[in-house]
Every structure is written in C-alpha cells, then in structure tokens.
C-alpha cells in the first residue's frame, strides 16, 4: 500500500486524518509533537503509521520526502 503523508511537525497535539484516494493509495495528514530536526518527525511518523495501521514499523519503508513535509511511504 502507498501512503501520501503532509507532515504537520511541533504540533501540540498527535492525530491523523485519512482520506482514502483508491484501494492501494491513501492520503493522510499526521500532527506530531516531534520536531523535524534530525529525522526526528519521521521517526514518529513511522511510529504513529505503524500504530495507526496495526503493522510493524519495520515493514514501513519512507520512498520519497525524507526532508520534505509532503512523504511518500510504502508497506
């Protein structure tokens, strides 16, 4: 499955809002506490994905954005 995520960092609060594009891509939009200063935010990204989707976080894979708060990952 693809996910397109708009990170939203230094939030004062943690949620997520889906919005289902088709069957194997989603966009979600994800509030964190965590700063993007040294791959803080998507450590917690990956973190609230796997949480959020009830996979491992090893089985989620960042394939594009890795500076940006526009990511693009896969599991």
């Known amino acids: 499955m693809k ?22 891509t989603r966009e979600v939009t994800i509030w964190t506490h965590a700063r993007a200063h040294d791959g803080e935010a998507n450590k917690k990204v990956i973190e609230i994905l796997s949480d959020y989707y009830k996979v491992p976080k090893t089985s989620i894979t960042l394939v594009r954005g890795a500076t940006s708060k526009t990511k693009t990952f896969e599991f």
């Open 3 to 24: 996910i397109l995520v708009t990170v939203k960092p230094g939030s004062s609060q943690e949620k997520v809002v889906e919005n289902v594009v088709n069957d194997n």
